[in-house]
């Protein structure tokens, strides 16, 4: 007897799937054989009634709880190894349909970005970059969503003497910028309208006191963009916004 403190343990005897090596004539005893070793260390072995189906991941095992990480985690589902529709990241940008907090705390590190909504697009997903493209690139609860090809960052006004100098972040794809001018917050008088393919703009023009400048930035070509929320987080419509712009 090989191990006289194990009754299972003995020549001849059968394999218990316990992590052992049980039969003292194996020649890889005292090693324990490959089924029986659990290589990923999440508690389940290849072998057993309820056997790990893939030893390599800890984030697959039997009854798992599915995590939106882009694969099949629960090895006792029928339909296993196929992925959840919600997991097959079609548009090959890195983010699922499924929420990324799926599982709550369970979800491990590493997962894949979530919250994808339109999984069919590359160029939409959470937290994506506002492009030029006649299209809204954000999900819900991104900042912008709901505007359409709004310019992102914040607007500087690095001016010198005599001239006020506006500049603002470039958008992906654009390829031309309009500053808007109004003594009306609202812009909802008439106003002053340029159009460049810079992104900045040194006005020489100079409010009569008592008075102020107000500037909208929006991006033109390819695709007129939105001129971005007001205040009050709706979409800035004034009438001085849907006037022709000169060159």
Not at 139 to 154: F, H, K, M, T
Request: aromatic share 8%.
């Amino acid at each position: 007897d090989c191990d006289d403190t194990d009754p299972q343990t003995f020549y001849g005897a059968a394999e218990a799937c316990d992590g052992l090596n049980n039969n003292c004539a194996s020649p890889l005893w005292p090693a324990p054989p490959a089924a029986e070793v659990d290589n990923d260390r999440d508690g389940w072995r290849i072998c057993g009634s309820t056997p790990d189906c893939d030893d390599t991941n800890v984030r697959i095992t039997p009854f798992s709880p599915e995590y939106c990480d882009g694969l099949a985690n629960n090895c006792q589902d029928p339909t296993w190894p196929a992925l959840r529709p919600q997991e097959q990241d079609r548009d090959q940008d890195g983010y699922l349909e499924c929420s990324k907090f799926e599982a709550s705390s369970l979800n491990p590190p590493g997962v894949l970005g979530g919250d994808d909504c339109n999984d069919d697009d590359a160029s939409v997903h959470k937290g994506a970059i506002e492009r030029n493209d006649g299209k809204d690139n954000q999900c819900p609860r991104d900042s912008g969503y709901g505007l359409v090809d709004e310019i992102e960052g914040a607007v500087a006004f690095p001016g010198a003497s005599n001239t006020t100098t506006i500049s603002w972040s470039a958008q992906p794809d654009a390829t031309s910028y309009q500053v808007r001018r109004s003594l009306d917050p609202s812009f909802s008088q008439p106003c002053a309208c340029i159009t460049t393919s810079q992104t900045s703009w040194a006005d020489t023009s100079v409010p009569t006191p008592g008075t102020a400048f107000f500037y909208l930035i929006r991006s033109s070509a390819p695709f007129p963009g939105s001129w971005g929320a007001s205040s009050a987080g709706v979409e800035r419509t004034g009438a001085c916004l849907q006037l022709p712009c000169a060159m």
